[in-house]
């Protein structure tokens, strides 16, 4: 279906009829897929020159709205327009997960366009373990979900199957009568979903699998892991499996050789965050990552010179359309290798792979393992922490490297002891290890928020 995949969705026999999804909002997400049927076959100047064009736009709202954006331009001797033209972008120097941090709210508009729709906050740790909140506009969720909804079309997924999901922000178990959004405002009748929350132990997950019995998986890749070597000791089998998607968590080259032997599959990756959303998906044809059309992603060499195609190196993210947080030549903490030009077509830029988070499982006594949730969102209620990174030595004890100005008193401390506990799903003796310096990378710029050291 990726050649003519907005074709096929026009002609899909589910579709539903122009005035429901006018209705539901979705024809505003068609709107946008229009625009990507044409943009994703732009050639890559002129995709480039449409791209300048808003990153105009961007920055002259942002220069007049943020006051750090402002000073950030000024500082560097440019102008909205000197900005946008071939090799402006360049000469801005990047901001980082402590300069966000560091600058509070004069980071984000005073005010933004209306037509966008009202702003949600969200909050990230990204793959520093230094948390931020993203202020995005509806726009901005709006190509999220066309983004999500276009990966599904090209890799040709059938919207009746069953699709099984373990995402990072599912909070409980349920089933739903269809995939939800985007696809059930544009389809009628999708298959059923089932959702587990990544607390859920790995042996949980493989019940869950073999008794959902799903045609379409997405889950993050750690998890993802896990399950595969389990149902393969045990000898169990998907047969329904068509697809497995993943997101939030590097892919290696060892889970795609995994689920290959084990499924006979190829996983789909989606490079996103909170604070750009859907930025890169896996070309249906290839399997390099197509960059979306409102993002900007950049991989610069230790010397902040643009990385050659086959060449890794620091990368940093533009989002075009987010008017209320300038998210502009951000270091969003990831590694990446940089692409070369698809011969599948599309002028879109390509990664060839992504090197960022990795997270360990949690290991709790009874032998079980979960994903780590930290609960980082609410550590503001007992203690500012700038950066963290946990190390489980055993079954009872986890060591906390925390970086933050100050020290908590021992009220703070046991606060956020009992929010990490809670949030682990165990009582673990914390050992913590406060800091006024920031964590450093291990070997190859990795940084592993939850490092599991137990057996």
Known sequence: MSADWYDQLLQHPKLQPEGVRAKN??????AVLEQYRITERLPAEDLAMQQRMLLQALAGHCAAQSPYFARRLSAAGLTPQTLAEPGGLQRLPPFSRRDWVGARESLYCKSYPSTHGRVAPSSTSGSTGEPVTVRRPELCQLHWMANTMREHLWHGRDFSGRLAVVRANATKAHQSPDWGSPCSLLLRDTG???????????????RWLLDFRPDALL???SLLGACVLQLERTGQRLPGLRSVRTLSETVSPRLREDVRRVFGLEVHDVYSSQEAGVMAVQCPEKGSYHVSETILLEVVDAAGKPCAAGQIGRLLVTDLINFATPVIR??????????????????????????GRER????????????????FHRWGEAFAVRQFQFIQLD???????????GRPTPEQEARLTAILQESLGHPFVIQYHWQ???????????FE???CRAH
């Open 330 to 355: 951000y270091e969003i903490g990831d590694y990446a290798q940089m692409g070369a030009s698809c011969p599948c077509g599309r002028g879109m830029p390509t990664i060839e792979r992504f090197l």
């Open 219 to 221: 889950m993050l890749p």
């Open 449 to 451: 928020e939850f490092l």
């Open 192 to 206: 059923p979903a089932s959702v587990l929350p990544p607390t859920s132990s790995v042996e949980e997950m493989v």
């Open 436 to 446: 006024a310096e920031p964590l450093p990378r291990g070997p190859g710029g990795k």
């Open 395 to 405: 079954c009872h004890t986890i060591e906390a490297r925390m970086f933050a100005e």
């Open 360 to 375: 360990s499982l949690v290991l709790l006594p009874d032998g079980s393992r979960h994903w780590p949730t930290v609960g």
């Open 25 to 30: 909002g979705g024809a505003q997400i068609m």
